[in-house]
């Protein structure tokens, strides 16, 4: 499945499961199982906890499945206990990495800076950055939401080489996530479009037509198709319903059959 501007190549559409701090061993075993030798339209990636990614990688044969991280140090080494680099997750096999997401920017004091720098470390080391932005729900009742988003890509692309790599951004409203109330289609549209048209004003029309601008919040089954309908929605990112492997499955083979 592919969006496009009649200009441009068209954009594969991109589906990560986002685990978070959830399952077990068993669980990841059982998911990656469920999408190993299948084959998808679309691409498929998993962000699992930092100590499964391993064992994900040895499951995955030559699945074309991609793993992920969620999250990724803005150190590249040194004396950081508990960080872990671009470098390293590189070199183990991650394909992609989350940064920002609403939950490290609001329990773990993650700011536009320190994205910016892990962005750059990414795109240095070959790692596909995934940049999560979205505004709150006082935000949005405030009528703030494309200020904030603005501002979340102004100071988290800052500066950022654009010659090499691949760069994503998933918009999660703060609001949708794990509410099991989404963006309404027509709405997410509404912003991903504005994401857009920021991406094209700051580093040209090219590269933001080969940006992928991921939606995430309360997605599932039952909406995922309608979302991935919309021109600027290229991909999405699962977190709840990505921790059921029948569930997960659908909403890939869903978009596989459109
Ligand atoms: O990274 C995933 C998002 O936080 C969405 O989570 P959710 O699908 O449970 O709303």
């Excluded at 962000?47 to 793993?67: A, G, T």
């Excluded at 004396?79 to 773990?108: D, N, P, W």
């Excluded at 949005?140 to 951004?169: M, P, S, W, Y």
């Excluded at 089954?221 to 029948?246: F, M, Q, W, Y």
Aim: hydrophobic letters at 35%.
């Amino acid at each position: 499945m592919t969006n496009q501007d009649s200009s441009t190549t068209p954009r594969r559409s991109l589906i990560i499961a986002n685990w978070k701090l959830n399952g077990g061993i068993d669980l990841m075993c059982n998911s990656i199982a469920s999408l190993v030798g299948k084959e998808f339209d679309t691409d498929i990636a998993v962000c699992p906890p930092y100590i499964y990614i391993r064992d994900m990688l040895s499951l995955l044969h030559h699945s074309e499945v991609k793993i992920g991280s969620q999250n990724v140090s803005k150190f590249e080494s040194g004396a950081y206990t508990g960080e872990t680099s671009a470098e390293m997750l590189k070199k183990v096999g991650c394909s992609l990495c989350l940064i920002g997401h609403s939950e490290r920017r609001q329990m773990f004091r993650e700011n536009n800076i320190s994205c910016n720098i892990k962005v750059k470390n990414a795109l240095t080391h070959g790692l596909i950055p995934v940049l999560c932005i979205g505004e709150n729900l006082e935000e949005k009742d405030a009528g703030i939401t494309k200020d904030i988003i603005f501002r979340q890509l102004d100071e988290g692309l800052n500066a950022i080489d654009t010659t090499t790599g691949e760069l994503c951004v998933a918009y999660e409203p703060i609001w949708a996530i794990g509410t099991g109330k989404s963006a309404v289609p027509d709405e997410a549209q509404s912003v991903h479009k504005f994401i857009r048209e920021c991406i094209t004003e700051k580093f040209g029309n090219d590269f933001a037509q080969r940006t992928r601008i991921l939606y995430g919040g309360s997605v599932s089954r039952e909406n995922a198709c309608e979302l991935l309908d919309k021109a600027d929605i290229d991909g999405l990112l699962v977190g709840g319903a990505s921790l059921d492997p029948a569930h997960f499955l659908q909403i890939c083979t869903q978009c596989e059959l459109k």
